[in-house]
């Protein structure tokens, strides 16, 4: 399909465990953005990348979570030592560049047991 | 604290009538409103936005309209129809930033 793609849809883990959430954007979009939605409130910004630089990171929680996109298409999102806060649905978006419309992949529900 | 606040969490409108949905901020810096729709499951889906400087913008059967001085703006869907259930997400952006601010959303239903 032509949309953002992200995997894998659903993880579960334990506690303490290391994750990585993938996120594949639409083809040439240069603009990629990592958001986390909690139960019951709005997708909330943690990254943005342009190209392969993070150009805003301001909304990552703490040093456990980490991101990148080293070649500017595919992006990893890093959670480290998960904690059970940490459940919740990972939304990736992309767009053609600044100031325009964001598309949302259908993201990643991630639960830490 | 939150700068985009939607107060209603859900609103249920009777198909084919108007459904009006409401969103307040708090940030004078905002440049950019943005309206979200998302069903169950998947992402958010960009419905229509309005730049700071319009009070109002259409798009077939949505209009957004922006009242600055209240910091207000709202959504309206006429005339509603089912597949128009879903939870609506208001949303802004600061003046020379990309990320979007979002609301926690309202949950809107139709009626048969």
């Known amino acids: 399909g032509a949309g953002v793609s992200q995997t894998p849809s659903n993880k579960v883990t334990e506690k303490g465990k290391y994750v990585e959430l993938r996120c594949d954007p639409i083809?040439?979009?240069?603009?990629l953005y990592w958001y986390r939605q909690s139960l019951g409130q709005g997708p909330e910004f943690l990254i943005y990348?342009?190209?392969?630089?993070?150009?805003?990171d301001s909304g990552l929680p703490n040093d456990r979570f980490f991101a990148v996109r080293p070649e500017g298409s595919v992006s990893t999102l890093k959670i480290q030592r998960t904690e059970r806060g940490d459940s919740a649905v990972y939304l990736c978006?992309?767009?053609?560049?600044?100031?325009?419309?964001?598309?949302f992949g259908d993201g990643t529900r991630l639960s830490i047991l | 604290d939150q700068q985009v606040k939607q107060n209603s969490p859900s609103l249920s409108v009777q198909e084919g009538r108007i459904s009006i949905l409401n969103c307040d901020y708090t940030n004078s810096m905002f440049d950019y409103f943005l309206w979200y729709k998302k069903y169950p499951a998947e992402g958010p889906t960009f419905l229509i936005s309005i730049s700071s400087i319009k009070d109002k913008n259409e798009d077939g059967r949505f209009t957004v309209f922006l009242n600055k001085s209240a910091k207000h703006l709202s959504l309206h869907i006429v005339p509603s129809q089912p597949g128009d259930s879903a939870v609506y997400f208001c949303a802004a952006t600061l003046v020379k930033t990309d990320k979007i601010i979002f609301g926690k959303g309202t949950r809107l239903h139709i009626l048969p």
């Open positions: 083809s040439g979009h240069t603009a």
């Open positions: 978006a992309s767009s053609e560049g600044r100031e325009q419309p964001q598309h």
């Open positions: 990348f342009q190209g392969t630089g993070a150009a805003d």
